[in-house]
C-alpha cells in the first residue's frame, strides 16, 4: 500500500514537471504561429496589389499615356488595394523599406525603349508588425512584393512562321483531295514575306 502510494505521488510530480514544460512550448509555438501567418497574409494582400497596378501600367501604356500618367495610375491602383485590404494610412513613392507599419513604399520603373514591347515594374515595401516576436526584441518584419507587366503590339500582318504537314482531305482544290502542304481559307489573306513549302500551296 505504502509503496503504491510512493509511486502515485512520484507520477503526479512527472505530470507537473512535464506539464510546466510542454504549456510554454505550446504557447510559444501559438504565437509563432500567428505572427508568420499574419505575414504571409499581408505579403499576399501586397503581391495582389503590385500584381493590379502593373496591370494597369500595363493598360495605360497600351493606351499611349504619359510617363508621368503611367506613374500616377500605379499610385492610384496601390492606394485603392492597399487600402482597402489592410489597415495603412499612405502610399509614398521610396525604394527602401517604411520606418512604420502603416506605410507602403512604392517603386516603379516603365519601359518604353521599343515601341512593339513596353514594360511596367511594380515592386512594393511595407513592415509587418509582430506581437508575439516583439517580447523577444523583434516587433515587425519587412516585406517586399513585385511585379512586371508587358504591352506588346504586332508587328504587322502574318509576322510569324508557318509550318504545314500531313496530308489534308479538305483542299479547296475540287481535283486534289489529298493535298500536302499549305492551306489558307477565307477572305482577306494577306501574305507578307517569302513562302516556302515541300507541296503546294492552296488558296
Request: proline share 2%.
Amino acid at each position: 500500500m505504502l509503496l503504491s502510494r510512493l509511486l502515485a505521488q512520484r507520477q503526479k510530480g512527472a505530470v507537473l514537471v512535464l506539464s510546466a514544460l510542454a504549456i510554454p512550448m505550446l504557447f510559444a509555438t501559438t504565437g509563432l504561429a500567428i505572427d508568420l501567418g499574419s505575414a504571409y497574409l499581408w505579403h499576399t494582400s501586397l503581391q495582389n496589389a503590385a500584381d493590379a497596378a502593373a496591370l494597369a501600367g500595363a493598360n495605360a501604356l497600351k493606351n499611349g499615356d504619359a510617363t508621368s500618367t503611367v506613374d500616377n495610375i500605379i499610385l492610384t491602383s496601390v492606394t485603392q488595394n492597399v487600402k482597402n485590404d489592410r489597415d495603412i494610412a499612405q502610399v509614398v513613392r521610396g525604394t527602401d523599406t517604411p520606418a512604420d507599419t502603416d506605410t507602403v513604399h512604392l517603386e516603379t520603373a516603365i519601359d518604353r525603349t521599343s515601341q512593339q514591347k513596353q514594360t511596367s515594374r511594380v515592386v512594393l515595401r511595407q513592415k509587418v508588425p509582430f506581437h508575439f516576436l516583439s517580447l523577444f526584441g523583434y516587433p515587425s518584419i519587412g516585406i517586399s512584393a513585385s511585379a512586371k507587366a508587358q504591352y506588346t503590339e504586332a508587328g504587322g500582318a502574318f509576322d510569324y512562321v508557318l509550318f504545314g504537314g500531313g496530308r489534308s482531305s479538305a483542299y479547296s482544290s475540287t481535283t486534289d483531295t489529298s493535298c500536302t502542304g499549305l492551306r489558307f481559307r477565307g477572305a482577306g489573306v494577306r501574305l507578307s514575306g517569302s513562302i516556302g513549302t515541300n507541296g503546294t500551296i492552296g488558296l
